[in-house]
C-alpha cells in the first residue's frame, strides 16, 4: 500500500483518556477545539496560519469571550481533524488509502489552501492521490470505498470521479500490461496450491482477460454500477468480460443466487443489486449466458422486482433459449398454492423465442431480393428451433410432477411448441405419461385432448414397447401404438403399406358411419384399457407377424394386404365379446362409411403414412418414464 508521512518531528499528541488531546509543549494552550465528543487542547498561532475557517470561527469565539469552538460537522470526525492540526504543527502525519479521503475533506473543511501558506495541506494530498494512488490498482479500489462515508463532499472534490475513471482504464489495459497485483481466486492456479511441478518461483502465466472482476466485487453496487458504465462507455473490454463480472459481482453479494435462490437478507439492497445487473447487461446477445439470466429472473422474482427487469429477461433469455436446461426454467411460483412451478412465465419465454422467426421473415420482405437469403434464420435457427422443443418436452415432464398443474397450462405449452418438426416424440410420450400418472382423476375428455398433442407414428421402438403396456393411456391411443409399431416391423426392407381405412379413420376422428356405431362407442375408445385388454392386443397383433409370412410374402407384394387382413380379422373376434369397440373401425375398411364423425380435428398424429419409419420390432419390456 502507498503512504507518505508529512512533517519532521517526532512529537504528537498526548492522550488523557479517550476523549480528550494535548500537545507536549511548554507553552500554555490557548484554545480548546471539540470535534465530536474528543477536546483538542491546542495552539491558536500553528493552527490559524494554515487554516482560514479556523481564524473565522476563532474570531467569532473572541467576541463571545469563550476559548472553546465547537466543530461539529467536519468530514471525517476527529480521526481526520487529528490529520490536519499535526500537519499545522508539522509533526509526522502518516496517509494512506484508507484516510487519504477523509484527510482531504477535512482539509477542504478547515480550507487550508496555498492561499494560507505555499505548501499547504490540501496540495500536498491532491500530489499523493495524482502520483501514488491512481496509480495503484488496488490502493484506488480502496480509496473509492472510502468516498461513500464522505459523500457528497468527496464527490464535489472530484476524488470519486478521478477513482472511477483511473479504475476503469486500468481495466481496459491490455492484458500483456498487466502485472500480477491483483485477486484472481475463482480459479486456483497450480502455483498457489503447491501442485505445478514447474513452478519456479516466477509468475509468467498469461493474464486472464476478466482479471479484474473479483476485485471491483468490494465495491457496492452503486460505485460498481459506475465503474461498469465508465468501462463499457470506452467500448474496449469485450462484452464476455462484461458478463464474467456480472456473474461474479452476483455471486458475492447475493448469497445462494447460484442455487437459483436467495437467502434472507437485505431485501432493498438485494433488488437493487439485481435490478443494476439486468440494467448493466451487455447489448449484444450471448454476453452472458442462457442460464446466469435465468438466475436472475428467479431473483427478480423472489424479490419483487420492477416489472422492467423481468420483462427485459424473459425478452433476453427467450432470444438464446436454446442454451437453457430444464433446471433452469423450474421458476418457483410466487403463490405456491396455485402451482408449484411460475409456467406462465416460461410461456412468455417462448413466445418470445419464436417471435424470433417471425421478426426474421419480416425482416427478409423488407430487405432487397439479393439480401433475401442471407437475413433468413436458415439451418441454424431450425437447430435451435429443435433443441427448445425437446427442452420443452423435458420441462413439461418435470413440472407434470405437480399435482396442481392444471391441464390446460400443460396443454397450450406443449402447443406452443406442436409447430417445430422433430423426429421423435418419445419425450412428448414421457411428460404426458407422467402428467396421467400424477393426475390420475381427470376425465376422459381430458384424457383424450392430452393424448392428442402426441404423434403415435414418431414414437421410438423402445417408447412403442412402453406405450402398449401403459394402462394410463386411452384404448385408441394404445391400438395406435400397436398398429404403427406391427407396420413398422412389417414394411422393414420395404415401402411403407397404406394404413388400412379403419386406423386412417381413427387417426382422424372418424369411424365410419353412423349405422354401424353404438352409442358408446366413442367412451369404450377413450376409456383407459385394461391390463388384460393390452395383454391380449399385443400378443394378437404381434403374433401377425410369423403366423402371415411377413417376410416372403412382401416380396411378392401380397405381405401388406395379407397383414391388414389378418389383423383385422384377428382384432375383430379378440375384443367383439367384450365390448364391441372395434366394430365402427373395422366395418369403415373399404370406404363404404360416409366418414361423417364430428369430431375431425381430435387427430392423436398425422394420417400420412410416408411418415412411419422402418425399424425392426423387438418384443421386450421398456421404460422411458
Same mark, same amino acid.
Given at each position: 500500500?502507498?503512504?507518505?508521512?508529512?512533517?519532521?518531528?517526532?512529537?504528537?499528541?498526548?492522550?488523557?483518556?479517550?476523549?480528550?488531546?494535548?500537545?507536549?509543549?511548554?507553552?500554555?494552550?490557548?484554545?480548546?477545539?471539540?470535534?465530536?465528543?474528543?477536546?483538542?487542547?491546542?495552539?491558536?498561532?500553528?493552527?490559524?496560519?494554515?487554516?482560514?475557517?479556523?481564524?473565522?470561527?476563532?474570531?467569532?469565539?473572541?467576541?463571545?469571550?469563550?476559548?472553546?469552538?465547537?466543530?461539529?460537522?467536519?468530514?471525517?470526525?476527529?480521526?481526520?481533524?487529528?490529520?490536519?492540526?499535526?500537519?499545522?504543527?508539522?509533526?509526522?502525519?502518516?496517509?494512506?488509502?484508507?484516510?487519504?479521503?477523509?484527510?482531504?475533506?477535512?482539509?477542504?473543511?478547515?480550507?487550508?489552501?496555498?492561499?494560507?501558506?505555499?505548501?499547504?495541506?490540501?496540495?500536498?494530498?491532491?500530489?499523493?492521490?495524482?502520483?501514488?494512488?491512481?496509480?495503484?490498482?488496488?490502493?484506488?479500489?480502496?480509496?473509492?470505498?472510502?468516498?461513500?462515508?464522505?459523500?457528497?463532499?468527496?464527490?464535489?472534490?472530484?476524488?470519486?470521479?478521478?477513482?472511477?475513471?483511473?479504475?476503469?482504464?486500468?481495466?481496459?489495459?491490455?492484458?500483456?500490461?498487466?502485472?500480477?497485483?491483483?485477486?484472481?481466486?475463482?480459479?486456483?492456479?497450480?502455483?498457489?496450491?503447491?501442485?505445478?511441478?514447474?513452478?519456479?518461483?516466477?509468475?509468467?502465466?498469461?493474464?486472464?482477460?476478466?482479471?479484474?472482476?473479483?476485485?471491483?466485487?468490494?465495491?457496492?453496487?452503486?460505485?460498481?454500477?459506475?465503474?461498469?458504465?465508465?468501462?463499457?462507455?470506452?467500448?474496449?473490454?469485450?462484452?464476455?468480460?462484461?458478463?464474467?463480472?456480472?456473474?461474479?459481482?452476483?455471486?458475492?453479494?447475493?448469497?445462494?443466487?447460484?442455487?437459483?435462490?436467495?437467502?434472507?437478507?437485505?431485501?432493498?439492497?438485494?433488488?437493487?443489486?439485481?435490478?443494476?445487473?439486468?440494467?448493466?447487461?451487455?447489448?449484444?446477445?450471448?454476453?452472458?449466458?442462457?442460464?446466469?439470466?435465468?438466475?436472475?429472473?428467479?431473483?427478480?422474482?423472489?424479490?419483487?422486482?420492477?416489472?422492467?427487469?423481468?420483462?427485459?429477461?424473459?425478452?433476453?433469455?427467450?432470444?438464446?433459449?436454446?442454451?437453457?436446461?430444464?433446471?433452469?426454467?423450474?421458476?418457483?411460483?410466487?403463490?405456491?398454492?396455485?402451482?408449484?412451478?411460475?409456467?406462465?412465465?416460461?410461456?412468455?419465454?417462448?413466445?418470445?423465442?419464436?417471435?424470433?422467426?417471425?421478426?426474421?421473415?419480416?425482416?427478409?420482405?423488407?430487405?432487397?431480393?439479393?439480401?433475401?437469403?442471407?437475413?433468413?434464420?436458415?439451418?441454424?435457427?431450425?437447430?435451435?428451433?429443435?433443441?427448445?422443443?425437446?427442452?420443452?418436452?423435458?420441462?413439461?415432464?418435470?413440472?407434470?410432477?405437480?399435482?396442481?398443474?392444471?391441464?390446460?397450462?400443460?396443454?397450450?405449452?406443449?402447443?406452443?411448441?406442436?409447430?417445430?418438426?422433430?423426429?421423435?416424440?418419445?419425450?412428448?410420450?414421457?411428460?404426458?405419461?407422467?402428467?396421467?400418472?400424477?393426475?390420475?382423476?381427470?376425465?376422459?375428455?381430458?384424457?383424450?385432448?392430452?393424448?392428442?398433442?402426441?404423434?403415435?407414428?414418431?414414437?421410438?421402438?423402445?417408447?412403442?414397447?412402453?406405450?402398449?403396456?401403459?394402462?394410463?393411456?386411452?384404448?385408441?391411443?394404445?391400438?395406435?401404438?400397436?398398429?404403427?409399431?406391427?407396420?413398422?416391423?412389417?414394411?422393414?426392407?420395404?415401402?411403407?403399406?397404406?394404413?388400412? *381405412? /379403419?386406423?386412417?379413420?381413427? !387417426? +382422424? @376422428? #372418424?369411424?365410419? &358411419?353412423?349405422?354401424?356405431?353404438?352409442? $358408446?362407442? =366413442?367412451?369404450?375408445?377413450?376409456?383407459?384399457?385394461?391390463?388384460?385388454?393390452?395383454?391380449?392386443?399385443?400378443?394378437?397383433?404381434?403374433?401377425?407377424?410369423?403366423?402371415?409370412?411377413?417376410?416372403?410374402?412382401?416380396?411378392?407384394?401380397?405381405?401388406?394386404?395379407?397383414?391388414?387382413?389378418?389383423?383385422?380379422?384377428?382384432?375383430?373376434?379378440?375384443?367383439?365379446?367384450?365390448?364391441?369397440?372395434?366394430?365402427?373401425?373395422?366395418?369403415? *375398411? /373399404?370406404?363404404?362409411?360416409? !366418414? +361423417? @364423425? #364430428?369430431?375431425? &380435428?381430435?387427430?392423436?398424429?398425422?394420417? $400420412?403414412? =410416408?411418415?412411419?419409419?422402418?425399424?425392426?420390432?423387438?418384443?421386450?419390456?421398456?421404460?422411458?418414464?
Amino acid at each position: 500500500m502507498k503512504f507518505m508521512k508529512l512533517g519532521s518531528k517526532l512529537d504528537s499528541f498526548q492522550t488523557d483518556g479517550n476523549n480528550v488531546r494535548y500537545v507536549a509543549s511548554e507553552l500554555a494552550t490557548d484554545i480548546v477545539l471539540i470535534v465530536g465528543d474528543v477536546k483538542f487542547y491546542l495552539h491558536k498561532f500553528p493552527l490559524l496560519s494554515k487554516s482560514a475557517r479556523l481564524q473565522k470561527l476563532v474570531a467569532t469565539t473572541n467576541e463571545e469571550n469563550t476559548d472553546e469552538v465547537h466543530i461539529s460537522d467536519i468530514p471525517g470526525g476527529p480521526a481526520a481533524f487529528e490529520i490536519c492540526a499535526k500537519f499545522c504543527y508539522g509533526m509526522t502525519v502518516t496517509l494512506n488509502a484508507y484516510n487519504v479521503v477523509a484527510a482531504r475533506c477535512a482539509a477542504e473543511y478547515l480550507e487550508m489552501h496555498e492561499t494560507m501558506e505555499r505548501g499547504n495541506l490540501i496540495y500536498k494530498i491532491d500530489v499523493f492521490l495524482i502520483s501514488s494512488i491512481f496509480r495503484s490498482w488496488k490502493d484506488s479500489i480502496i480509496v473509492l470505498q472510502t468516498t461513500k462515508f464522505l459523500l457528497p463532499l468527496s464527490e464535489e472534490l472530484k476524488v470519486v470521479g478521478n477513482c472511477i475513471d483511473f479504475i476503469a482504464t486500468k481495466a481496459c489495459v491490455d492484458v500483456s500490461k498487466v502485472d500480477w497485483s491483483y485477486t484472481y481466486n475463482r480459479k486456483k492456479l497450480p502455483e498457489h496450491n503447491g501442485n505445478d511441478p514447474n513452478w519456479n518461483g516466477v509468475r509468467n502465466r498469461l493474464v486472464p482477460k476478466d482479471w479484474w472482476v473479483e476485485d471491483l466485487c468490494e465495491l457496492e453496487i452503486d460505485l460498481y454500477k459506475q465503474v461498469l458504465v465508465n468501462i463499457k462507455t470506452k467500448g474496449i473490454v469485450a462484452d464476455d468480460v462484461i458478463g464474467e463480472a456480472l456473474k461474479a459481482y452476483a455471486y458475492r453479494r447475493l448469497p445462494g443466487f447460484s442455487k437459483g435462490m436467495i437467502q434472507s437478507g437485505d431485501i432493498v439492497k438485494q433488488r437493487s443489486i439485481v435490478d443494476t445487473i439486468v440494467w448493466l447487461l451487455p447489448a449484444e446477445k450471448g454476453g452472458v449466458s442462457c442460464s446466469f439470466m435465468l438466475k436472475l429472473l428467479k431473483a427478480s422474482i423472489l424479490l419483487d422486482s420492477g416489472e422492467m427487469a423481468v420483462v427485459e429477461l424473459v425478452r433476453r433469455i427467450g432470444q438464446q433459449l436454446e442454451e437453457a436446461s430444464v433446471s433452469d426454467l423450474l421458476i418457483r411460483g410466487r403463490d405456491e398454492e396455485t402451482t408449484m412451478y411460475d409456467v406462465t412465465t416460461v410461456q412468455k419465454i417462448v413466445e418470445e423465442f419464436l417471435m424470433q422467426d417471425q421478426n426474421a421473415e419480416i425482416e427478409s420482405l423488407e430487405e432487397s431480393h439479393e439480401l433475401q437469403e442471407t437475413r433468413r434464420p436458415g439451418i441454424l435457427f431450425d437447430a435451435s428451433k429443435l433443441m427448445v422443443a425437446k427442452l420443452i418436452d423435458g420441462y413439461l415432464a418435470e413440472i407434470s410432477k405437480d399435482p396442481k398443474l392444471p391441464l390446460l397450462k400443460f396443454v397450450d405449452l406443449a402447443e406452443m411448441v406442436s409447430g417445430i418438426s422433430r423426429p421423435a416424440h418419445d419425450g412428448l410420450y414421457r411428460a404426458i405419461d407422467m402428467y396421467l400418472k400424477e393426475h390420475p382423476g381427470i376425465s376422459k375428455s381430458e384424457r383424450k385432448r392430452i393424448c392428442k398433442l402426441m404423434d403415435c407414428k414418431k414414437l421410438s421402438v423402445d417408447a412403442c414397447m412402453h406405450a402398449v403396456q401403459n394402462e394410463r393411456l386411452p384404448l385408441r391411443v394404445v391400438v395406435q401404438v400397436l398398429f404403427f409399431e406391427q407396420v413398422r416391423a412389417a414394411s422393414s426392407g420395404s415401402s411403407t403399406p397404406d394404413l388400412p *381405412k /379403419g386406423i386412417k379413420d381413427l !387417426n +382422424s @376422428g #372418424s369411424h365410419g &358411419s353412423s349405422r354401424s356405431a353404438t352409442t $358408446n362407442t =366413442e367412451d369404450d375408445w377413450d376409456a383407459v384399457a385394461t391390463a388384460e385388454e393390452l395383454k391380449a392386443l399385443k400378443a394378437e397383433l404381434a403374433a401377425l407377424r410369423l403366423g402371415n409370412g411377413v417376410g416372403g410374402s412382401e416380396r411378392n407384394g401380397d405381405g401388406k394386404s395379407n397383414v391388414d387382413k389378418a389383423a383385422i380379422s384377428k382384432m375383430k373376434g379378440l375384443l367383439k365379446s367384450k365390448k364391441k369397440i372395434f366394430t365402427k373401425l373395422w366395418s369403415s *375398411k /373399404g370406404g363404404q362409411g360416409d !366418414n +361423417s @364423425g #364430428s369430431d375431425s &380435428s381430435d387427430s392423436l398424429g398425422s394420417g $400420412n403414412p =410416408e411418415e412411419v419409419k422402418s425399424t425392426p420390432s423387438r418384443n421386450r419390456r421398456h421404460s422411458v418414464s
